[in-house]
T-cell receptor, first 111, second 112 residues
Protein backbone atom coordinates (compact mmCIF):
# COMPACT_ATOMS: atom_id res chain seq x y z
CA UNK A 1 0.00 0.00 0.00
CA UNK A 2 1.14 3.53 -0.72
CA UNK A 3 0.17 6.87 0.72
CA UNK A 4 1.29 10.49 0.58
CA UNK A 5 0.94 13.24 3.15
CA UNK A 6 1.42 16.85 2.19
CA UNK A 7 1.77 19.10 5.20
CA UNK A 8 0.02 22.41 4.72
CA UNK A 9 -2.85 22.75 2.29
CA UNK A 10 -1.98 26.42 1.82
CA UNK A 11 1.45 28.02 1.89
CA UNK A 12 2.20 31.71 1.38
CA UNK A 13 5.65 33.13 0.76
CA UNK A 14 6.95 36.52 -0.25
CA UNK A 15 8.38 37.05 -3.69
CA UNK A 16 12.09 36.26 -3.54
CA UNK A 17 11.78 34.09 -0.43
CA UNK A 18 12.50 30.39 -0.09
CA UNK A 19 9.74 28.00 -1.12
CA UNK A 20 9.44 24.78 0.90
CA UNK A 21 6.59 22.37 0.28
CA UNK A 22 6.57 19.25 2.42
CA UNK A 23 5.79 15.69 1.34
CA UNK A 24 6.06 12.45 3.29
CA UNK A 25 5.27 9.09 1.78
CA UNK A 26 4.66 5.51 2.72
CA UNK A 27 5.47 2.68 0.34
CA UNK A 28 5.99 -1.05 0.67
CA UNK A 29 8.33 -1.08 -2.34
CA UNK A 30 11.20 1.21 -3.37
CA UNK A 31 9.30 4.34 -4.29
CA UNK A 32 9.14 6.41 -7.39
CA UNK A 33 8.37 9.96 -6.28
CA UNK A 34 6.94 12.85 -8.23
CA UNK A 35 5.99 16.48 -7.93
CA UNK A 36 3.36 17.83 -10.29
CA UNK A 37 2.21 21.44 -10.63
CA UNK A 38 -1.24 22.61 -11.62
CA UNK A 39 -1.66 26.19 -12.79
CA UNK A 40 -5.15 27.69 -12.71
CA UNK A 41 -7.52 26.06 -15.20
CA UNK A 42 -4.83 23.71 -16.49
CA UNK A 43 -3.89 20.06 -16.20
CA UNK A 44 -1.03 18.64 -14.19
CA UNK A 45 2.49 19.22 -15.40
CA UNK A 46 5.44 17.14 -14.25
CA UNK A 47 7.82 19.27 -12.20
CA UNK A 48 10.38 16.61 -11.28
CA UNK A 49 10.73 12.95 -10.38
CA UNK A 50 12.91 10.58 -8.41
CA UNK A 51 13.36 7.03 -9.64
CA UNK A 52 16.79 5.76 -8.63
CA UNK A 53 20.27 7.19 -8.25
CA UNK A 54 21.01 10.72 -7.11
CA UNK A 55 18.77 11.72 -4.23
CA UNK A 56 18.75 15.43 -5.10
CA UNK A 57 16.57 15.91 -8.12
CA UNK A 58 16.37 19.09 -10.16
CA UNK A 59 13.26 20.00 -12.07
CA UNK A 60 11.85 22.73 -14.21
CA UNK A 61 11.52 26.39 -13.21
CA UNK A 62 14.31 26.21 -10.61
CA UNK A 63 12.63 23.66 -8.34
CA UNK A 64 14.41 20.76 -6.73
CA UNK A 65 13.57 17.99 -4.28
CA UNK A 66 15.59 15.66 -2.11
CA UNK A 67 14.70 12.04 -1.47
CA UNK A 68 15.43 11.13 2.16
CA UNK A 69 14.74 7.47 2.74
CA UNK A 70 15.35 7.61 6.49
CA UNK A 71 12.76 10.35 6.85
CA UNK A 72 10.42 9.02 4.11
CA UNK A 73 10.33 12.53 2.74
CA UNK A 74 10.52 14.23 -0.63
CA UNK A 75 10.24 17.95 0.08
CA UNK A 76 10.12 20.46 -2.76
CA UNK A 77 12.20 23.64 -2.62
CA UNK A 78 13.02 26.71 -4.64
CA UNK A 79 15.53 29.30 -3.41
CA UNK A 80 13.66 32.37 -4.62
CA UNK A 81 9.92 32.49 -5.26
CA UNK A 82 8.53 34.18 -8.33
CA UNK A 83 5.01 35.41 -8.90
CA UNK A 84 4.62 32.82 -11.66
CA UNK A 85 5.10 30.02 -9.11
CA UNK A 86 1.59 30.58 -7.75
CA UNK A 87 -0.16 27.27 -8.36
CA UNK A 88 -1.22 24.04 -6.69
CA UNK A 89 1.46 21.43 -6.15
CA UNK A 90 0.89 17.70 -5.82
CA UNK A 91 3.28 15.10 -4.49
CA UNK A 92 2.76 11.53 -5.70
CA UNK A 93 4.26 8.12 -5.05
CA UNK A 94 4.40 5.52 -7.79
CA UNK A 95 4.65 1.76 -7.91
CA UNK A 96 3.23 -0.98 -10.12
CA UNK A 97 2.54 1.70 -12.72
CA UNK A 98 -0.03 3.51 -10.56
CA UNK A 99 0.29 6.84 -8.78
CA UNK A 100 -1.07 7.78 -5.40
CA UNK A 101 -1.41 11.53 -4.90
CA UNK A 102 -1.33 13.75 -1.89
CA UNK A 103 -4.10 16.24 -1.26
CA UNK A 104 -2.13 19.14 -2.70
CA UNK A 105 -0.61 22.40 -1.47
CA UNK A 106 -1.76 25.71 -2.84
CA UNK A 107 1.17 28.13 -3.06
CA UNK A 108 0.48 31.85 -2.91
CA UNK A 109 3.19 34.40 -3.66
CA UNK A 110 2.99 37.71 -1.83
CA UNK A 111 4.32 40.66 -3.85
CA UNK B 1 -0.76 19.88 -30.76
CA UNK B 2 -1.51 18.51 -27.32
CA UNK B 3 -0.38 14.93 -26.67
CA UNK B 4 -3.36 14.10 -24.44
CA UNK B 5 -6.70 15.65 -25.27
CA UNK B 6 -10.00 15.50 -23.44
CA UNK B 7 -13.49 16.30 -24.67
CA UNK B 8 -15.57 18.09 -23.64
CA UNK B 9 -13.61 20.58 -21.56
CA UNK B 10 -16.70 21.69 -19.69
CA UNK B 11 -20.05 20.00 -19.26
CA UNK B 12 -23.21 20.72 -17.34
CA UNK B 13 -25.71 17.91 -17.00
CA UNK B 14 -28.69 16.94 -14.89
CA UNK B 15 -29.10 14.21 -12.31
CA UNK B 16 -29.91 10.88 -13.93
CA UNK B 17 -28.43 11.68 -17.33
CA UNK B 18 -25.82 9.48 -18.99
CA UNK B 19 -22.64 11.24 -19.91
CA UNK B 20 -19.41 10.23 -21.59
CA UNK B 21 -16.03 11.89 -21.26
CA UNK B 22 -13.47 11.10 -23.91
CA UNK B 23 -9.69 10.96 -23.89
CA UNK B 24 -7.34 10.61 -26.84
CA UNK B 25 -3.56 10.48 -26.93
CA UNK B 26 -0.89 10.68 -29.58
CA UNK B 27 1.99 9.61 -27.33
CA UNK B 28 1.78 5.95 -28.34
CA UNK B 29 1.43 4.91 -24.69
CA UNK B 30 -0.13 1.63 -23.63
CA UNK B 31 -1.33 2.73 -20.21
CA UNK B 32 -4.27 5.10 -19.72
CA UNK B 33 -5.90 6.35 -16.53
CA UNK B 34 -8.95 8.30 -15.35
CA UNK B 35 -8.84 10.42 -12.19
CA UNK B 36 -11.18 12.82 -10.50
CA UNK B 37 -10.01 15.86 -8.57
CA UNK B 38 -11.99 17.33 -5.71
CA UNK B 39 -10.90 20.31 -3.59
CA UNK B 40 -8.92 19.15 -0.60
CA UNK B 41 -8.87 15.53 -1.74
CA UNK B 42 -6.25 15.59 -4.46
CA UNK B 43 -6.56 13.18 -7.38
CA UNK B 44 -8.19 9.80 -6.97
CA UNK B 45 -7.96 6.96 -9.45
CA UNK B 46 -11.24 5.83 -11.00
CA UNK B 47 -10.16 3.27 -13.63
CA UNK B 48 -7.01 2.33 -15.46
CA UNK B 49 -6.11 0.28 -18.51
CA UNK B 50 -2.74 -1.27 -19.28
CA UNK B 51 -3.76 -2.21 -22.83
CA UNK B 52 -6.87 -2.50 -24.97
CA UNK B 53 -7.93 -5.79 -23.38
CA UNK B 54 -7.03 -4.87 -19.81
CA UNK B 55 -9.36 -2.73 -17.67
CA UNK B 56 -9.00 -2.35 -13.92
CA UNK B 57 -10.97 -0.61 -11.19
CA UNK B 58 -9.28 2.06 -9.21
CA UNK B 59 -9.94 3.52 -5.81
CA UNK B 60 -13.38 5.00 -6.57
CA UNK B 61 -14.98 3.14 -9.50
CA UNK B 62 -18.58 2.94 -8.22
CA UNK B 63 -20.95 4.83 -10.52
CA UNK B 64 -18.46 4.88 -13.40
CA UNK B 65 -17.62 2.66 -16.34
CA UNK B 66 -14.93 2.83 -19.02
CA UNK B 67 -14.25 1.69 -22.55
CA UNK B 68 -10.87 1.33 -24.25
CA UNK B 69 -11.82 1.60 -27.88
CA UNK B 70 -8.25 1.61 -29.18
CA UNK B 71 -4.75 2.08 -27.84
CA UNK B 72 -5.20 5.82 -28.21
CA UNK B 73 -8.74 6.21 -26.84
CA UNK B 74 -10.15 5.72 -23.36
CA UNK B 75 -13.65 6.87 -22.45
CA UNK B 76 -15.24 7.36 -19.04
CA UNK B 77 -19.02 7.06 -18.64
CA UNK B 78 -21.36 8.09 -15.88
CA UNK B 79 -24.40 5.88 -16.44
CA UNK B 80 -26.70 7.95 -14.24
CA UNK B 81 -25.04 11.13 -13.07
CA UNK B 82 -25.51 12.36 -9.50
CA UNK B 83 -24.51 15.71 -7.96
CA UNK B 84 -21.59 14.29 -5.96
CA UNK B 85 -19.95 13.37 -9.25
CA UNK B 86 -19.41 17.07 -9.84
CA UNK B 87 -15.63 17.31 -10.14
CA UNK B 88 -12.67 17.92 -12.40
CA UNK B 89 -11.80 14.78 -14.38
CA UNK B 90 -8.36 14.04 -15.75
CA UNK B 91 -7.10 11.48 -18.20
CA UNK B 92 -3.45 10.43 -18.06
CA UNK B 93 -1.14 8.14 -20.00
CA UNK B 94 2.14 6.39 -19.42
CA UNK B 95 4.48 4.12 -21.32
CA UNK B 96 4.78 0.47 -20.47
CA UNK B 97 6.84 -0.14 -17.32
CA UNK B 98 7.26 3.61 -16.82
CA UNK B 99 5.88 5.33 -13.75
CA UNK B 100 5.67 8.86 -15.16
CA UNK B 101 2.16 9.86 -16.18
CA UNK B 102 1.22 12.63 -18.58
CA UNK B 103 -2.05 14.44 -18.07
CA UNK B 104 -4.71 15.92 -20.27
CA UNK B 105 -6.16 19.39 -19.64
CA UNK B 106 -9.16 18.07 -17.72
CA UNK B 107 -12.94 18.11 -18.03
CA UNK B 108 -14.94 20.18 -15.58
CA UNK B 109 -18.26 18.44 -14.92
CA UNK B 110 -21.20 19.95 -13.08
CA UNK B 111 -24.16 17.71 -12.23
CA UNK B 112 -27.27 19.62 -11.24
Amino acid sequence: AQSVTQLGSHVSVSEGALVLLRCNYSSSVPPYLFWYVQYPNQGLQLLLKYTTGATLVKGINGFEAEFKKSETSFHLTKPSAHMSDAAEYFCAVGGNEKLTFGTGTRLTIIP
Amino acid sequence: DADVTQTPRNRITKTGKRIMLECSQTKGHDRMYWYRQDPGLGLRLIYYSFDVKDINKGEISDGYSVSRQAQAKFSLSLESAIPNQTALYFCATSAQFQETQYFGPGTRLLVL
